[in-house]
């Protein structure tokens, strides 16, 4: 996680891995635990009913910074959440002779559902003031509960669902319209309505068409990468976290990724975390937050391309009334 913070903190780098994983007392199998994905996958886990999953961790932190600088009582903690369940669960570390800290931290499976997160941040008194967080990780682990391979999601699911007679009873009030993105999940999922507009999962799916055909297919696939960017965006800074003083916290995982892609078009020429800062005050207190509005559409639009899919379908339709004429 990545924040500003008013005070000192660590710039060395930090770094930690989950050395072995057991299942109730059992070794998880080697494939299931990917130090390249740094993923857990706890599907299947040799066992279909199971309680408790402890995760042995490695952390590696820039001891000759933290000696000389201006922080006491430093502690490394490994923190495990999940935002799906608003779950959390926090422990200690200990340093060995060699300058490692290690540590185990438990998941109980009744407490998750999806994909939790785990990371360790380093905590410290400063100027005085106990606890406060000086540094954590580039990059943090998942574990998935779903999942019986280690890799780490990136993509947006995209499915494909009658609204109206299908499989999923909350889907049912939006069956007008054509599609739905959802954002509460560890990965964005637009679902496309199948009987919203007739003929429009066949525009979408097919390739090549006529030039109209084709016309009609980028711009609403611009359309839903638009309505999927703003969707996005507000669920990532809509939820943030903010360490003791109130400043916010940078999220994780796509969230991070979005954040980090659209805050330069929606506040320009601002530091990413003074950005980050000025938006979540916004939100949180109300001023400018209904003129950021058009900001977040234009950053969504440009990440979608709108315009030059706007031009193409203009000058297709320009061609094609000429060639008649």
Not at 75 to 92: F, G, H, S, W, Y
Not at 228 to 257: C, N, Y
Not at 259 to 266: A, G, K, N
Request: one cysteine or more; proline letters at 6%.
């Amino acid at each position: 996680m990545k924040s500003v913070f008013p005070y000192p903190t660590v710039f060395g780098d930090i770094d930690f891995e989950v050395a072995s994983v057991t299942v109730d007392g059992a070794p998880l199998p080697y494939a299931q635990v990917s130090t390249t994905e740094r993923t857990v996958a706890l599907h299947r886990a040799g066992r279909e009913h199971w309680d408790r999953a402890t995760l042995r961790l490695k952390a590696r932190l820039p001891e000759p910074e933290l000696a000389e600088g201006p922080w006491t009582d430093i502690t490394c903690v490994a923190v495990l959440t999940e935002k799906a369940t608003n779950a959390r669960t926090t422990t200690k570390l200990t340093r060995t002779p060699d300058g490692d800290w290690h540590g185990a931290i438990d998941l109980f499976k009744h407490h998750h559902l999806r994909r939790a997160t785990v990371t360790v941040n380093v905590v410290g008194t400063v100027d005085g003031i106990a606890g406060r967080l000086i540094g954590s990780p580039e990059q943090v682990w998942y574990v998935d509960l779903r999942e019986s391979t280690p890799a780490r999601r990136r993509e947006i699911e995209i499915v494909e669902v009658d609204f109206r007679d299908g499989p999923h009873d909350w889907l049912r009030p939006f069956q007008e319209s054509p599609w739905i993105v959802e954002t509460s999940a560890d990965t964005p999922t637009v679902y496309l309505n199948t009987t919203a507009v007739e003929g429009l999962m066949e525009v979408l799916c097919v390739k090549g068409g006529s030039a109209a055909e084709r016309v009609l297919r980028d711009m609403t696939a611009g359309q839903i990468a638009q309505d999927t960017w703003t969707a996005m965006f507000h669920t990532a800074i809509s939820d943030l976290d903010v360490d003791e003083d109130g400043t916010p916290v940078m999220p994780t995982g796509w969230r991070e990724a979005v954040v980090r892609m659209m805050l330069p078009d929606v506040l320009p020429g601002r530091q990413l975390t003074d950005a980050l800062y000025d938006i979540n005050e916004r939100r949180t207190q109300g001023f400018g937050w209904s003129q950021l509005q058009t900001a977040i559409q234009y950053a969504a639009g440009r990440r979608s391309r709108i315009s030059k899919k706007l031009t193409s379908a203009v000058r297709t339709v320009d061609r094609a009334e000429k060639s008649v004429s």
